[in-house]
């Protein structure tokens, strides 16, 4: 198991990471020259850039400042996904194995912290989805399931780490549930890691660029 | 009962029952755009559009009524089932389209990936239009459009008898003041809203006399003058298409350099954004230049070609409603707030404003849909009445019909001892009239 997960395994799930974000974004680009010439007819990329930066600092939107708590746990929650599995050490030495691919490092500790707080605020985000009735009514099962996925790898990581409970347990959990994690960004509502982008940029454009209305 | 905004009578329901599956999906391939597409798909239901909507706000925070929810309730559905729906599927979905959002757009400024949601409720519209299902009254009006080129169904002679009636009525403030029917080559196509002519003929008045103060070269069509479309909240895009390219080509034919658009939003929205696109225009730019009367006094003002008279500036506590389609989809609150400035001298902004602001409750059709559906209109607007009220403002200016209209019903319901203005009333009141245009008094 191990073997197939760390070989064969994990080029399957970066095939189709990789891959996958790149059919989607070629095909949306394509459909989009027939379908969506609004979005090319008034480009203007000052209004553009700033629909994305202003929604990358948190408390500057007012949709964020509407609720600090929420807007402050998701960039914690999405700061930590993405540093922690780049930069953590054990990771860097598999990069620099395989691929000869040499990151910076982030020292253990600081991992650790960073898993514990996509953890922790993980669970603010799930208590938040049952606890708030406008949220509650928009979720389904696939809501949840994203959300267990994509803290999965964080917390078998963790424990694999530690060496507590069963260590070849969790570190195959927590390679399976990885691999699943890079897959399912593509193809589901993870995909906004990527298509954010292009959905802030067309709002500047609309809002912005044609009304010099502020989307944040 | 008149839960969740809806109307004390149930509209009117048409008695077809069948639906006709393959217009719901040719409906759905024609939009069927990467927008939509990534917008379905990247949804990640955080529930930040609810705060942003003044239906959820005015409900009590009704979950049913957040954006995202009413999105999903309807064109979300008809996507998922690839339109196979029935109608009493669409019978729901006229309640949440029409009487649970107007269109405002507000809630794609609260969203992470900025999703435009208004778009999407916008073609659930079309697609209920596709199959009977649209207000009865909207569809009348859109009857009218068809027939005689304005909703109101006013002849042209009769719309010329009250160009001659208001040039000679205020004569007796501006010397000789003409209207100008079809006068090709002019520099401002003046088109306004079907119900100035009908009921507020004064403001056609109030128009002439500022243009005549300013010296500008301006003329009224005599067809292609109603700059609505009702047509577009209707959901019937064809219709909408051919209403914008009434007045485009009326503009061309007449071979004027601009179409300005009377103190009404929505018109504002159809012909300078939406318009093109519906009219066939793939650029997305219309082929003659539009402008809102606001953005037009503002110029006025500040070129002094019309002078206010500091003695008649407005001494009450004043507030501004942000129409949603002059502000935060037409980008004139600057504008607005500058011509303020020469006419008030307390103002207050209602809070939140500019771009941010809320509707009133009375957008997105819902204002041409009759009495009927006030109670509704009264619930929705509670946000808006609480917003002027923050103010303390006696006065409220208003530069669309619908918030005029809506804002005055919302003073009574609300005991908010207000009176709304237009900018065109207000400024005729308080303009100095040079020597060589005041009448003879003899």
Not at chain 2, 64 to 69: D, F, G, N, V
Not at chain 2, 197 to 215: R, S
Not at chain 2, 402 to 410: E, R
Request: aromatic share 12%; glycine share 8%; with cysteine.
């Amino acid at each position: 198991m191990y073997e197939f997960l760390s070989g064969p395994g994990l080029r399957i799930a970066f095939t189709l990471f990789f891959g996958g974000i790149a059919i989607r974004a070629t095909s949306l680009y394509q459909l989009s020259r027939v379908k969506d010439k609004v979005v090319y007819n008034h480009i203007n990329w000052g209004w553009g850039l700033k629909s994305i930066f202003y929604w990358m600092v948190p408390w500057v939107s007012a949709s964020t400042r509407r609720q600090p708590v929420f807007a402050f746990m998701v960039f914690l929650f999405h700061i930590c996904l993405i540093v922690t599995p780049l930069f953590l050490n054990a990771h860097n030495i598999l990069w620099d194995e395989n691929l000869n691919l040499k990151l910076w490092s982030i020292p253990n500790w600081l991992a650790d912290m960073l898993t514990v707080a996509l953890i922790l605020s993980g669970i603010f985000l799930l208590v938040r989805r049952f606890a708030r009735p406008e949220v509650r009514i928009l979720t389904g099962f696939g809501d949840y399931a994203l959300l267990g996925i994509t803290m999965f790898p964080f917390l078998t990581g963790f424990l694999a780490y530690h060496q507590w409970g069963h260590y070849e347990t969790s570190l195959i959990l927590h390679m399976l549930s990885g691999e699943l994690l890079l897959v399912m960004i593509p193809f589901t509502k993870l995909g906004h890691a990527f298509l954010f982008f292009f959905t802030r940029v067309f709002i500047g454009f609309e809002m912005g660029g044609r009304r010099g209305a502020r989307s944040w | 009962m008149h839960v969740l905004g809806r109307p004390v009578r149930k509209p009117q329901m048409p008695k077809a029952k069948s639906v006709k599956i393959k217009e719901i999906q040719s409906i759905l391939e024609i939009n069927d755009s990467a927008r939509i597409r990534t917008w379905m798909k990247i949804c990640s239901r955080c529930g930040l559009c609810a705060e942003s909507c003044f239906y959820y706000l005015a409900n009590d925070n009704n979950p049913k009524l957040s954006p995202a929810y009413k999105v999903q309730q309807t064109l979300g559905k008809m996507i998922k089932r690839k339109g196979r729906v029935d109608f009493k599927f669409l019978e729901a979905c006229f309640e949440i389209l029409w009487f649970q959002c107007t269109l405002c757009k507000r809630c794609s400024l609260y969203c992470p990936f900025g999703i435009d949601i208004a778009t999407m409720m916008a073609i659930g519209r079309s697609i209920c239009h596709s199959q009977g299902l649209s207000p009865e009254t909207l569809v009348e009006f859109t009857e009218n459009h068809k027939n005689t080129g304005n909703h109101m169904g006013l002849p042209a002679e009769e719309l010329v008898d009250v160009c001659e009636w208001m040039a000679e009525e205020n004569q007796e403030v501006v010397k000789d003041l003409q209207i100008p029917i079809d006068k090709s080559g002019a520099k401002y196509m003046y088109t306004i809203n079907p119900r100035e002519a009908v009921y507020y003929p004064q403001d056609i008045g109030d128009a002439a006399m500022i243009f005549a103060l300013a010296g500008e070269s301006w003329t009224i069509p005599s067809f292609g003058w109603d700059c609505t479309n009702l047509p577009m909240f209707a959901g019937d895009r064809q219709l909408a298409g051919l209403v914008v390219n009434n007045v485009y080509k009326k503009a061309m034919e007449l071979g004027v350099q601009k179409i300005l658009i009377t103190e009404c939003g929505h018109a504002y929205r159809s012909l300078a954004f939406e318009g093109p696109y519906m009219a066939g225009y793939t650029d997305g730019k219309p082929p003659v230049e539009v402008v809102h009367f606001v953005r037009l006094l503002y110029e006025y003002l500040r070129d002094g070609k019309i002078q206010i008279d500091p003695e008649k500036r407005l001494k009450e506590p004043v507030t501004y409603q942000d129409p949603c389609n002059v502000s935060r989809n037409g980008g004139l609150w600057r504008e607005a707030r500058e011509i303020i400035s020469c006419l008030a001298e307390d103002f207050r902004d209602m809070s939140p404003n500019r771009e941010h602001n809320h509707c009133c409750g009375g957008g997105g059709g819902i204002m041409p849909m009759g009495p009927d559906f006030k109670p509704g209109r009264m619930i929705a607007g509670k946000v808006k009445a609480e917003q002027i009220k923050a103010t303390s403002a006696k006065l409220v200016i208003a530069p669309c019909h619908n918030c005029y209209d809506q804002i005055g019903d919302l003073g009574k319901k609300y005991e908010l001892d207000i009176t709304v203005r237009s900018f065109k009333e207000l400024i005729c009141e308080m303009m100095v009239v040079p020597e060589h245009l005041k009448p003879d008094l003899n």
